[in-house]
Structure formats: structure tokens, C-alpha cells
């Protein structure tokens, strides 16, 4: 039962390094979330995608890139983090846009 | 775009009382989802909502589908301290050639002992 997986867990970036959170779904689910939330703030949708190979752009894109080559992952990936980036991330699938968002448990990142 | 409203931004109440939370938006959702989210951990659903006028249960939870299919409420009775988190109304809002789920800024809800 692994749901959806997120790694890593934590992170500290130094400005203007680069990275890529992970995410894989063992749900077989055709919808992918990436949501980053600021204290206070909600969830903001970054991107999303509505099954391999298409992705599009959420709330929030600027700054990060994502992929879906196959159903099961979705990576997230800053090129040249910033401070504003500092935030907690968090993946999220669904098999339909109206069904269950299953999340995983999130990354907290921190850029300095 | 379609956007999902909820206020006040935190709540506080005494435990054993009844909470009632609301989400509103301008446009027509199809569906309502609340969800709740403990500190530290990802958000969790609550309860689905998929009908106008439809009225859901799970425990002590309640939820309804506005009649407009503009908004949404959720009861909580008889609160304890577990009810303590961020509750957010959430639906699937469409700006582009997919739809997408959109979430309200949550309510968080603190419970007095």
C-alpha cells in the first residue's frame, strides 16, 4: 500500500542550485499534482498532468519544470532555486478530476 | 479562474461543540471535495460531494452541495481535540483544455480542552 511516495523528505538548497523532488504512484492513476504550500497560504497547484507525456501549467509555474514519461512518475524539478522557494511540496494523484487526491507526505525545502 | 473561497482564515472553538465551515466561488462546481490535513502530513478526504442538494455523512462530519452548485458546508459536531487541522474545500476548475483540482486556502480550526 504505498500510495503516492515522495522524496526526499527534507532538503536545504544553497541559491541558485538545482533539484528534482520525486514522485511515483503504484495507483496506476492518470492524474499528477504538484502543490507547494506556504504557511498560511493553501495549496497552490504548480503543474499538473492529466496522463503520461502531457503536463501543464498550474497557479505557480515559474520557476520549476516538470516531466511524465511514464503513468507512475512525475518529478518536479527547480533549475535555479531562490529563497522565494522555500516552501513544502507536495505530490498528489488522482484517477479522475473529480475522484480522490491521494498526497504524499511532502518535502520541506528550504533555499538559503 | 475558478476559485474556491473560505473564511474566516482560523477558527477556534471549545471541544464538544459544533463547527460549521463554508466554501463559496463564483463559478459552478460539479464536484465538492473537503479535505482535512494534520500538521505534518498531506491532506486527507473527507468527505466527496458529487450532487446539488446532496447531504453526506462520515461520523461526525456532514457536508452539503449547495443547491447553486456555487458552495459548499461542512459540520463537524461534537468536536474533540483530533479535529484540531486545516480543513479545505477543494473542485475540479477548468482554465484551459484540462481540468484541474483546485483547492480553497483552508480553514484552520483549533479546539480548546
Known amino acids: 500500500n504505498a500510495g503516492v511516495t515522495q522524496t526526499p523528505k527534507f532538503r536545504i538548497l544553497k541559491i541558485g542550485q538545482s533539484m528534482t523532488l520525486q514522485c511515483t504512484q503504484d495507483?496506476?492513476?492518470?492524474?499528477m499534482y504538484w502543490y507547494r504550500q506556504d504557511p498560511g497560504m493553501g495549496l497552490k497547484l504548480i503543474y499538473y498532468?492529466?496522463?503520461?507525456?502531457?503536463?501543464d501549467k498550474g497557479e505557480v509555474p515559474n520557476g520549476y519544470n516538470v516531466s511524465r514519461s511514464t503513468t507512475e512518475d512525475f518529478p518536479l524539478r527547480l533549475e535555479l532555486a531562490a529563497p522565494s522557494q522555500t516552501s513544502v511540496y507536495f505530490c498528489?494523484?488522482?484517477?479522475?478530476?473529480?475522484?480522490?487526491?491521494?498526497f504524499g507526505q511532502g518535502t520541506r525545502l528550504t533555499v538559503v | 479562474g475558478q476559485q474556491l473561497n473560505q473564511s474566516p482564515q482560523s477558527m477556534f472553538i471549545q471541544e464538544g461543540e459544533d463547527v460549521s465551515m463554508n466554501c463559496t466561488s463564483s463559478?459552478?462546481?460539479?464536484?465538492w471535495l473537503w479535505y482535512k490535513q494534520d500538521p505534518g502530513e498531506g491532506p486527507v478526504l473527507l468527505i466527496a460531494?458529487?450532487?446539488?442538494?446532496e447531504l453526506t455523512s462520515n461520523g461526525r462530519l456532514t457536508a452539503q452541495f449547495g443547491i447553486t452548485r456555487k458552495d459548499s458546508f461542512l459540520n463537524i459536531s461534537a468536536s474533540i481535540p483530533s479535529d484540531v487541522g486545516i480543513y479545505f474545500c477543494?473542485?475540479?476548475?477548468?482554465?484551459?483544455?484540462?481540468?484541474?483540482?483546485?483547492f480553497g486556502k483552508g480553514i484552520t480550526l483549533s479546539v480548546r480542552p
Open positions: 498528489a494523484s488522482s484517477l479522475t478530476v473529480n475522484t480522490e487526491a491521494f
Open positions: 495507483m496506476n492513476h492518470n492524474y
Open positions: 498532468s492529466v496522463g503520461a507525456g502531457i503536463t
Open positions: 463559478s459552478i462546481f460539479n464536484t
Open positions: 460531494l458529487y450532487k446539488a442538494g
Open positions: 477543494a473542485g475540479p476548475s477548468s482554465t484551459g483544455a484540462n481540468s484541474k483540482l483546485t
